[in-house]
Protein backbone atom coordinates (compact mmCIF):
# COMPACT_ATOMS: atom_id res chain seq x y z
CA UNK A 1 0.00 0.00 0.00
CA UNK A 2 1.07 3.35 -0.32
CA UNK A 3 0.29 6.61 2.13
CA UNK A 4 -0.14 10.66 1.31
CA UNK A 5 2.18 12.54 4.11
CA UNK A 6 1.43 15.99 4.65
CA UNK A 7 3.88 18.80 6.04
CA UNK A 8 3.23 20.42 8.34
CA UNK A 9 0.80 18.58 10.43
CA UNK A 10 0.15 22.37 12.49
CA UNK A 11 0.88 25.41 10.62
CA UNK A 12 0.62 29.00 12.96
CA UNK A 13 1.23 32.19 11.05
CA UNK A 14 0.12 35.64 11.17
CA UNK A 15 -2.32 37.41 9.14
CA UNK A 16 -1.20 38.56 6.06
CA UNK A 17 1.74 35.79 5.86
CA UNK A 18 2.67 33.50 3.08
CA UNK A 19 2.76 29.85 4.05
CA UNK A 20 3.24 26.84 2.10
CA UNK A 21 1.52 23.53 2.88
CA UNK A 22 3.19 20.32 1.28
CA UNK A 23 1.99 17.11 0.12
CA UNK A 24 4.14 13.73 -1.00
CA UNK A 25 2.61 10.43 -2.02
CA UNK A 26 4.15 7.11 -3.01
CA UNK A 27 0.87 5.68 -4.95
CA UNK A 28 2.35 6.69 -8.03
CA UNK A 29 -0.86 8.28 -8.48
CA UNK A 30 -1.05 10.66 -11.54
CA UNK A 31 -3.79 12.84 -9.89
CA UNK A 32 -3.37 14.70 -6.67
CA UNK A 33 -5.94 17.06 -4.65
CA UNK A 34 -6.28 20.19 -2.51
CA UNK A 35 -8.90 20.12 -0.28
CA UNK A 36 -10.07 22.77 2.45
CA UNK A 37 -12.11 21.70 5.21
CA UNK A 38 -13.33 24.39 7.97
CA UNK A 39 -14.96 22.89 10.93
CA UNK A 40 -17.41 20.67 11.29
CA UNK A 41 -18.10 21.55 7.28
CA UNK A 42 -17.98 19.18 4.10
CA UNK A 43 -14.51 19.25 1.63
CA UNK A 44 -14.29 22.36 -0.79
CA UNK A 45 -11.61 21.78 -4.00
CA UNK A 46 -8.93 24.05 -3.86
CA UNK A 47 -6.75 22.84 -6.81
CA UNK A 48 -5.94 19.46 -8.33
CA UNK A 49 -3.06 18.50 -11.01
CA UNK A 50 -3.65 15.53 -13.19
CA UNK A 51 -0.01 15.01 -14.08
CA UNK A 52 3.62 16.97 -13.15
CA UNK A 53 3.48 20.47 -14.17
CA UNK A 54 -0.47 20.25 -14.65
CA UNK A 55 -2.60 22.67 -12.07
CA UNK A 56 -6.45 22.42 -12.36
CA UNK A 57 -8.46 25.40 -10.66
CA UNK A 58 -11.34 24.53 -7.80
CA UNK A 59 -13.92 26.41 -6.91
CA UNK A 60 -12.19 27.75 -4.04
CA UNK A 61 -8.49 28.76 -5.72
CA UNK A 62 -8.34 32.23 -5.12
CA UNK A 63 -6.17 33.40 -2.64
CA UNK A 64 -3.94 30.32 -2.94
CA UNK A 65 -1.32 29.11 -5.14
CA UNK A 66 -0.15 25.21 -6.17
CA UNK A 67 2.52 23.60 -7.67
CA UNK A 68 3.37 20.01 -8.79
CA UNK A 69 6.82 19.80 -10.13
CA UNK A 70 6.87 15.49 -9.25
CA UNK A 71 4.60 13.39 -9.92
CA UNK A 72 4.80 12.66 -6.37
CA UNK A 73 4.60 15.92 -4.79
CA UNK A 74 1.84 18.81 -4.48
CA UNK A 75 2.38 21.69 -2.77
CA UNK A 76 -0.29 24.17 -1.73
CA UNK A 77 0.92 27.92 -0.81
CA UNK A 78 -1.68 30.47 0.93
CA UNK A 79 -0.58 33.35 -0.54
CA UNK A 80 -1.69 36.08 2.14
CA UNK A 81 -3.07 34.43 5.56
CA UNK A 82 -6.54 35.62 6.77
CA UNK A 83 -8.08 35.07 10.26
CA UNK A 84 -11.06 33.38 8.86
CA UNK A 85 -9.00 31.04 6.74
CA UNK A 86 -8.47 28.63 9.90
CA UNK A 87 -9.12 25.24 8.92
CA UNK A 88 -7.79 21.79 7.85
CA UNK A 89 -6.27 21.40 4.72
CA UNK A 90 -6.24 17.95 3.17
CA UNK A 91 -3.90 16.49 0.15
CA UNK A 92 -4.92 13.47 -1.78
CA UNK A 93 -4.32 11.12 -4.92
CA UNK A 94 -6.04 8.94 -7.19
CA UNK A 95 -5.62 7.20 -10.58
CA UNK A 96 -8.00 9.74 -12.00
CA UNK A 97 -10.72 8.67 -14.45
CA UNK A 98 -14.21 7.66 -13.39
CA UNK A 99 -12.48 5.75 -10.36
CA UNK A 100 -13.71 8.25 -7.58
CA UNK A 101 -11.48 6.56 -5.21
CA UNK A 102 -9.35 9.29 -3.57
CA UNK A 103 -6.59 8.34 -0.75
CA UNK A 104 -6.24 11.29 1.47
CA UNK A 105 -3.24 12.47 3.65
CA UNK A 106 -4.51 12.83 7.79
CA UNK A 107 -4.27 17.13 7.13
CA UNK A 108 -2.64 20.50 7.90
CA UNK A 109 -4.04 22.22 10.60
CA UNK A 110 -3.66 26.17 9.77
CA UNK A 111 -4.25 29.06 12.77
CA UNK A 112 -3.87 32.03 11.97
CA UNK A 113 -3.06 34.96 14.41
CA UNK B 1 -24.83 21.46 -12.56
CA UNK B 2 -24.77 18.15 -10.66
CA UNK B 3 -25.16 17.95 -6.71
CA UNK B 4 -25.67 15.71 -3.98
CA UNK B 5 -27.45 16.46 -0.84
CA UNK B 6 -27.23 15.01 2.34
CA UNK B 7 -29.80 16.61 4.43
CA UNK B 8 -29.46 15.60 7.99
CA UNK B 9 -26.35 17.21 9.39
CA UNK B 10 -26.04 14.87 12.71
CA UNK B 11 -27.18 11.58 13.37
CA UNK B 12 -27.19 10.46 17.26
CA UNK B 13 -27.94 6.75 18.24
CA UNK B 14 -27.40 3.89 20.89
CA UNK B 15 -25.36 0.93 19.99
CA UNK B 16 -27.03 -2.06 18.43
CA UNK B 17 -29.50 0.83 16.31
CA UNK B 18 -29.95 0.37 12.87
CA UNK B 19 -28.46 3.74 11.06
CA UNK B 20 -29.70 5.04 7.85
CA UNK B 21 -28.06 8.33 6.21
CA UNK B 22 -29.91 9.75 3.46
CA UNK B 23 -28.34 10.70 0.42
CA UNK B 24 -29.61 12.41 -2.80
CA UNK B 25 -28.04 13.03 -5.93
CA UNK B 26 -28.87 14.91 -8.99
CA UNK B 27 -27.22 14.66 -12.80
CA UNK B 28 -27.74 13.68 -15.90
CA UNK B 29 -25.40 10.65 -16.13
CA UNK B 30 -25.00 7.20 -14.60
CA UNK B 31 -22.67 8.45 -12.11
CA UNK B 32 -20.20 6.26 -9.95
CA UNK B 33 -21.66 7.18 -6.41
CA UNK B 34 -19.59 6.41 -3.55
CA UNK B 35 -19.48 7.00 0.73
CA UNK B 36 -16.85 7.98 2.12
CA UNK B 37 -16.14 7.92 5.96
CA UNK B 38 -13.51 10.11 8.23
CA UNK B 39 -12.89 9.88 11.93
CA UNK B 40 -11.71 12.16 13.83
CA UNK B 41 -7.90 13.58 13.00
CA UNK B 42 -8.19 11.64 10.12
CA UNK B 43 -8.62 11.98 6.20
CA UNK B 44 -11.68 10.42 4.29
CA UNK B 45 -11.31 7.21 3.75
CA UNK B 46 -13.46 4.99 1.11
CA UNK B 47 -16.23 3.14 2.49
CA UNK B 48 -17.99 1.54 -0.31
CA UNK B 49 -18.89 2.88 -4.02
CA UNK B 50 -21.26 1.62 -6.76
CA UNK B 51 -21.16 2.07 -10.26
CA UNK B 52 -23.89 1.33 -13.41
CA UNK B 53 -22.47 -2.01 -13.46
CA UNK B 54 -23.41 -3.34 -9.62
CA UNK B 55 -26.55 -1.12 -7.99
CA UNK B 56 -25.39 -1.94 -4.48
CA UNK B 57 -21.97 -1.76 -2.28
CA UNK B 58 -21.34 -3.39 0.96
CA UNK B 59 -18.47 -2.91 3.23
CA UNK B 60 -17.83 -3.60 6.92
CA UNK B 61 -21.28 -4.22 7.70
CA UNK B 62 -22.91 -1.12 5.63
CA UNK B 63 -24.37 -0.89 2.62
CA UNK B 64 -26.07 1.64 -0.09
CA UNK B 65 -28.26 0.92 -3.14
CA UNK B 66 -27.96 3.11 -6.16
CA UNK B 67 -31.93 3.75 -6.88
CA UNK B 68 -31.92 5.57 -10.27
CA UNK B 69 -35.66 5.83 -10.06
CA UNK B 70 -35.62 8.14 -6.80
CA UNK B 71 -31.85 9.47 -7.58
CA UNK B 72 -30.81 8.20 -4.00
CA UNK B 73 -27.85 5.94 -2.55
CA UNK B 74 -29.01 6.34 1.32
CA UNK B 75 -26.42 4.53 3.56
CA UNK B 76 -27.46 1.78 6.29
CA UNK B 77 -26.04 -0.30 8.42
CA UNK B 78 -28.41 -3.06 10.44
CA UNK B 79 -26.52 -2.21 13.85
CA UNK B 80 -23.80 0.42 15.10
CA UNK B 81 -21.29 -0.08 17.55
CA UNK B 82 -19.24 3.35 19.31
CA UNK B 83 -16.41 2.64 16.67
CA UNK B 84 -18.63 3.78 14.13
CA UNK B 85 -18.70 7.37 15.11
CA UNK B 86 -17.21 9.43 12.13
CA UNK B 87 -18.57 12.03 9.68
CA UNK B 88 -20.26 10.32 6.24
CA UNK B 89 -19.83 11.39 3.22
CA UNK B 90 -21.73 10.65 0.12
CA UNK B 91 -20.19 11.85 -3.34
CA UNK B 92 -19.95 10.98 -7.14
CA UNK B 93 -18.06 10.83 -10.27
CA UNK B 94 -18.93 14.21 -12.50
CA UNK B 95 -17.21 15.15 -15.71
CA UNK B 96 -16.78 18.70 -15.75
CA UNK B 97 -14.29 20.90 -17.23
CA UNK B 98 -13.08 17.93 -19.61
CA UNK B 99 -12.21 16.17 -16.40
CA UNK B 100 -13.60 13.91 -14.09
CA UNK B 101 -13.98 14.96 -10.14
CA UNK B 102 -16.23 14.44 -7.30
CA UNK B 103 -18.98 15.84 -6.35
CA UNK B 104 -19.04 16.19 -2.47
CA UNK B 105 -22.06 16.31 -0.06
CA UNK B 106 -21.96 18.09 3.33
CA UNK B 107 -21.34 15.18 5.40
CA UNK B 108 -23.88 13.70 8.07
CA UNK B 109 -21.61 13.55 11.77
CA UNK B 110 -23.05 9.93 13.49
CA UNK B 111 -22.90 10.48 16.92
CA UNK B 112 -23.47 6.74 19.00
CA UNK B 113 -23.67 6.86 22.71
CA UNK B 114 -22.28 4.19 24.72
Known amino acids: GGIITQTPKFLIGQEGQKLTLKCQQN?????MYWYRQDSGKGLRLIYY???????QKGDLSEGYDASREKKSSFSLTVTSAQKNEMAVFLC????????????FGEGSKLTVL | GDSVTQKQGQVTLSEDDFLFINCTYS??????LLWYVQYLGQGPQLLLK???ANNKGISRGFEATYDKGTTSFHLQKASVQESDSAVYFC?????????????WGSGTKLIIKP
Open chain 1, 27 to 31: FNHDT
Open chain 1, 49 to 55: SITENDL
Open chain 1, 92 to 103: ASSIGGKDGQLY
Open chain 2, 91 to 103: ALVDWMDSNYQLI
Open chain 2, 50 to 52: VTT
Open chain 2, 27 to 32: TTTYPT
